[in-house]
């Protein structure tokens, strides 16, 4: 009876989560969730423990009044579709970051070590397209951030993979999942390639020294492998841990040493046009001698801004994040990036012109004072990149691998049996909340039942969250304990079976990456295989397409501004996407 009066109560709510005679339950606003977020309560509480029920801070998911975010504010809201999810609810304790401290963590997050690659775009386009490119870039970037952020509250999503889910169900969550291990897998790559062009150049003469050898003017590959072999052999005790929060500020070691760094290039390349103005009106480029040359600098320019990742994490972390704070943290974020990094490529190219290599460090002597200071600031932060960026890549190989499986799992269960899936599922997670929390006014499959995925399918077996960052890692870990209080205990061998696991994960993970970037004749084709489909899959195409299906689904207009640029996003950034692939193809073709 408990269970038919839960399931009758939230189906009354979401048949009409604002009906009038339901008044008392819902605060009168007229603002936007955006704006104001409003906590709706619970339905499904006996009349026994109502009174009880005073302590919010164990609720989980809590249904939020909300108005279309894109379209004219209603004054009332009367379907699902006007339901959405705030997780973490505003008055968690995980709330911490404030605008100033998102915005300074999305941008040290974007300006990383790819960012050493964007004179070389320059020199591909010249001055003028990569100007375009990169204020193209970050405004289409400015938006689908936005879009993402939109996707998550409609579905109280807290990652990637699970907003794809909530749109188009599993499908679309594996095969996101396994592009974020690709793309991620690139980027270690060419992490390990930057790493090699940054301090083989410190090392390897400084062993030279102290064995009392004369200092050779460039390395060999050989040499650049071992020196890569024996930084992975430092870090791999960073590699293999499962948390790398302590290692979280990182990033804003990377963002001041770029800056130190830029404008060293600012003053170097002022030098140089100091001294032979003649000879830079003869050799700067200002625009493109083909439209190839243009498609070969943009992927490199979308990766340095590609943010996907930890986006939802911030908005997660952000104190009161209404509508406006989201959209400050966002254009701020974006435009310090661009600023910052248009700059650096602006500098990078006036100093090396048509010699622009894929790492700019390697056009500067190694002996130079200037350049020294922000050599070894970027080297730290691409070799502490390495295990942060290795973590997700891991996570998403094993989500990858785990979600296959319940997907395999959930076609071959019959009906009955996906049946007793489901009501054990649910009767399980009603009967062990009741007895731990008697005052809890929210279950938790209530979230399951409001989201907008409409196949009860999607809802069996359902994995927790596939997490792409610590962020999300601490939220989980909290909303978890607040479900099933104390974690349940393991057997010995389970935890040398997962161990082992994670182990050979993380090795072969290492070792693929190791022997591609030893191989890679340089940084720059990695990136443009990544940043030419799968750079474009992540930041534009899945967030546009994932927004425009939870749109129609809310029934909104066609017409809806920002409905149409985001089917406007999903058009250029697919056609884009299929340039760059094809000439990507085409110019590696030629080459070997």
């Not at 379907?79 to 505003?90: C, D, G, K, R, Y």
């Not at 590959?221 to 500020?249: I, W």
């Not at 990149?385 to 959930?410: H, K, T």
């Not at 190791?514 to 004749?521: G, K, L």
């Amino acid at each position: 009876m408990r269970d038919k009066h839960n399931s009758s109560a939230c189906a009354d709510v979401m048949k009409d989560p604002l009906d009038g005679s339901r008044k008392s339950a819902v605060s009168d606003s007229s603002s936007s969730i955006w704006d104001k977020p409003v906590v709706v309560a619970e339905a499904h509480h006996d009349n026994n423990e109502a009174a009880g029920a005073s302590d919010s801070s164990l609720t989980l998911s809590p249904m939020l009044r909300r108005y279309p975010t894109f379209v004219p504010l209603r004054r009332h809201a009367t379907s699902i579709a006007e339901v959405a999810f705030l997780v973490p609810s505003v008055s968690s304790s995980t709330r911490k970051a404030s605008v100033l401290a998102a915005t300074f963590n999305m941008t040290a997050t974007i300006v990383g070590g790819g960012v050493l690659s964007i004179p070389l775009s320059c020199a591909r386009a010249g001055i003028l397209p990569f100007t375009f490119l990169m204020v193209l870039s970050a405004v289409a970037t400015d938006f689908s951030l936005y879009l993402l952020v939109s996707c998550a509250r409609r579905c109280g999503s807290t990652s990637f993979g699970l907003v794809c889910r909530s749109s188009f169900g599993s499908a679309l969550e594996i095969f996101a999942t396994f592009v974020i291990c690709i793309l991620v897998a690139f980027i270690v790559v060419g992490l390990m390639i930057l790493n090699m062009g940054i301090w083989s150049p410190i090392l390897v003469p400084g062993f030279a020294s102290i064995r009392g050898k004369i200092a050779p003017d460039e390395t060999t590959t050989s040499e650049d492998a071992v020196v890569l072999l024996v930084l992975l052999g430092l870090m791999m005790p960073f590699l293999l841990k499962k948390d790398l929060t302590s290692l979280c500020h990182i990033c804003y070691v990377g963002f001041f040493s770029i800056s130190i760094l830029c404008g060293a290039m600012c003053y170097r390349a002022g030098e140089k046009i100091m001294l032979d103005p003649h000879f830079v009106q003869q050799n700067i480029k200002w625009t493109a001698t083909s439209f190839a040359d243009v498609l070969n600098a943009l992927p490199i320019i979308l990766l340095a801004f590609l943010s996907s990742f930890n986006m939802i994490s911030v908005h997660c972390s952000l104190v009161d994040p209404t509508r406006r704070r989201v959209k400050e943290v966002i254009h701020m974020a974006v435009f310090l990036s661009f600023l910052l990094m248009y700059l650096f490529g602006l500098a990078g190219y006036l100093y090396a012109y048509d010699e622009t290599n894929g790492n700019i460090l390697l056009n500067f002597d190694r002996k130079d004072g200037i350049i020294l200071l922000g050599r070894i600031g970027c080297g730290v932060t691409t070799l502490f990149a390495l295990p942060m960026n290795a973590l997700p890549c891991r996570e998403a190989l094993l989500s990858w691998v785990a979600q296959i499986s319940e997907s395999r799992a959930r076609r071959a269960a019959t009906k009955e049996e996906r049946k007793q899936l489901l009501e054990r599922r649910s009767g399980n997670e009603y009967k062990y909340i009741a007895k731990s929390f008697r005052k809890s006014r929210t279950m938790p499959s209530e979230r399951g039942n409001a989201c907008t995925t409409n196949d009860a399918d999607e809802e069996i077996g359902h994995n927790k969250a596939s997490n792409y960052g610590a962020n999300d890692v601490l939220v989980h870990q909290q909303v978890d304990q607040r479900m099933i209080g104390s974690p349940i205990a393991k057997s010995p061998e389970a935890v040398m079976s997962e161990e082992a696991v994670h182990r050979l994960a993380t090795f072969s993970i290492v070792f693929v990456c190791y022997v591609a970037a030893v191989q890679a004749p340089g940084v720059a084709i990695v990136w443009d295989i990544a940043g030419s489909c799968l750079a474009f899959l992540i930041q534009f195409i899945l967030p546009a397409s994932c927004y425009i299906r939870l749109k129609l689904r809310a029934k909104a207009s066609p017409m809806s501004r920002h409905l149409v640029l985001a089917q406007v996003l999903l058009c250029f950034a697919t056609i884009t996407a299929v340039l760059c692939t094809a000439q990507t193809i085409w110019r590696l073709g030629s080459k070997w």
